[in-house]
């Protein structure tokens, strides 16, 4: 069965360092989510992703982030400088189409120090 | 928000039906019920959704009154590895909306 995938999943980094998280969707779906889960806490959508561009973004999603769809396969989440309250687990999530059931990765958990 | 309510905490007994509550009473006319969950820290994996007809899939069912303002998620023979935390989810049919996760339901499968 396919499945969506994350790499890394640990990331340690320092305050201030940029990070790059990776995710590879299922390869059939054409909308691409990140979502993040602060421990402890509930899961927030982050930002939303179809045709090469955002759909949608949530407050969360400030200019610290951004989203790339580097080719046909990969889907990136990027934090030019962390802060330590962004600590979390990420996941990424994909969908056939906008209004479809969305399928989540194992989610990658960054620590920053 | 989650337009949702649903119980903190529930326990079921090894190998008996679990029965899920949730509470929906503003959902609108073209919102979907979703359930999703999570085991420990994985990803949400998705169980099922429905509009007004009952469903029921390889996972589970799912029951929606007449009115639409309350569903019950049913896991028909709770095994250890269906504990987990049980989000319900109404979510806008249509578009490209996200999913707004509620705390859900902590279920509990005890042997």
């Known amino acids: 069965e396919p499945e969506v995938t994350q790499t890394p999943s640990h990331q340690v980094t320092q305050m201030g360092q940029e990070v790059i998280l990776r995710c590879v969707p299922i390869?059939?779906?054409?909308?691409f989510y990140w979502y993040r889960q602060i421990l402890g806490q509930k899961v927030e959508f982050l930002v939303s992703?179809?045709?090469?561009?955002?759909?949608?973004k949530s407050e969360i999603f400030d200019d610290q982030f951004s989203v790339e769809r580097p080719d046909g396969s990969n889907f990136t989440l990027k934090i030019r400088s962390t802060k330590l309250e962004d600590s979390a687990m990420y996941f990424c999530?994909?969908?056939?189409?906008?209004?479809?059931?969305?399928?989540f990765g194992p989610g990658t958990r960054l620590t920053v120090t | 928000d989650a337009k949702t309510t649903q119980p903190p905490s529930m326990d079921c007994a090894e190998g008996r039906a679990a029965n899920l509550p949730c509470n929906h009473s503003?959902?609108?006319?073209?919102?979907?019920v979703y359930w999703y969950r999570q085991i420990h820290s994985q990803g949400p994996q998705y169980i099922i959704h429905?509009?007004?007809n009952n469903e029921t899939n390889e996972m589970a069912s799912l029951i929606i009154t007449e009115d639409r303002k309350s569903s019950t998620l049913i896991l028909p023979h709770a095994t250890l590895r269906d504990t987990a935390v049980y989000y319900c989810?109404?979510?806008?049919?249509?578009?490209?909306?996200?999913?707004?996760f509620g705390k859900g339901t902590r279920l509990s499968v005890i042997a």
């Open positions: 999530a994909s969908s056939v189409q906008g209004n479809y059931e969305q399928y």
């Open positions: 989810i109404v979510r806008v049919a249509g578009g490209n909306t996200p999913l707004v």
């Open positions: 390869s059939n779906h054409l909308y």
């Open positions: 429905g509009l007004k």
């Open positions: 992703f179809y045709n090469n561009e955002i759909s949608e």
């Open positions: 503003t959902i609108s006319g073209n919102e979907y």
